[in-house]
């Protein structure tokens, strides 16, 4: 059994409509080193594949009734086997890509630091809506398409346990938009491959209503994130 089956037992009670559990699982190590890897469709070496497994268990099932996952294969490909070795379905969903790095895309990332730092500061240090890569995405159009997806789960799945594989810039950009924290705060926060964050969706008040019960398997200790950003678009309060 994994350890965040162990840390967050209060996430495993049985689901009602009136309540949504989503985890967020990062991808594993890639091929490739460390690169800007945006839409770079690297696999997964049998580390990183070993890395997940790990996250979820190598035989029980867990609490998921559900998969939806990042088309990439460093995410799909875990997704498609966890489901089909589980009987569960798992949905491709092309918003959970990682933003598209533009110029930056593929290229390491101690040789775009060195030779266009400047920008690369620029980036990680504005939240402004049109800040992004050169020729790459903006942070705008990422958190749009990002809470378009959360908003398709939410409504396709209330009610029950979702595992949901993506990417670390994802998952931070959810972390933003759904709890109201500055992207650049955002980037500051470690999402180590295989890590597992949980967050739980209350219906019963009418507008969802999102909790932070854990980040990379640590649980909050009673001082979990409330809010979901009292974003409409993300089908919150």
Not at 87 to 111: C, H, K, N, R, Y
Not at 130 to 146: A, H, I, K, S, W
Request: one cysteine or more; glycine letters at 8%.
């Amino acid at each position: 059994m994994s350890r965040y089956h162990n840390q967050c037992a209060e996430g495993v009670t049985q689901s009602t409509q009136s309540t949504t559990w989503i985890d967020l699982l990062r991808h594993g190590e890639c091929h490739g080193g460390p690169i800007y890897r945006g839409r770079t469709d690297s696999a997964l070496t049998e580390h990183g594949l070993e890395q997940m497994k790990r996250a979820v268990g190598h035989v029980n099932q867990g609490p998921w009734q559900r998969v939806v996952s990042s088309p990439l294969q460093r995410c799909a490909y875990f997704s498609q086997w966890f489901a089909q070795y589980h009987s569960l379905t798992v949905q491709l969903e092309p918003d959970l890509m990682e933003l598209d790095f533009g110029d930056w895309e593929g290229e390491a990332i101690a040789s775009v630091w060195a030779d266009d730092r400047e920008r690369v500061e620029a980036f990680y240090q504005s939240s402004a809506p049109d800040n992004g890569p050169p020729n790459g995405e903006t942070l705008q159009q990422f958190r749009e398409r990002l809470l378009s997806a959360w908003q398709t789960v939410l409504s396709r799945y209330q009610g029950q346990h979702v595992l949901m594989v993506q990417h670390g810039g994802t998952i931070r950009m959810l972390l933003s938009a759904l709890f109201n924290i500055p992207m650049a705060t955002t980037f500051q926060i470690d999402i180590p491959y295989a890590s597992m964050s949980r967050i739980r969706i209350d219906h019963s008040l009418g507008d969802p209503h999102c909790r932070l019960l854990f980040l990379n398997g640590q649980a909050l200790n009673g001082c979990a994130v409330h809010g979901c950003a009292k974003n409409k678009e993300a089908g919150v309060p």
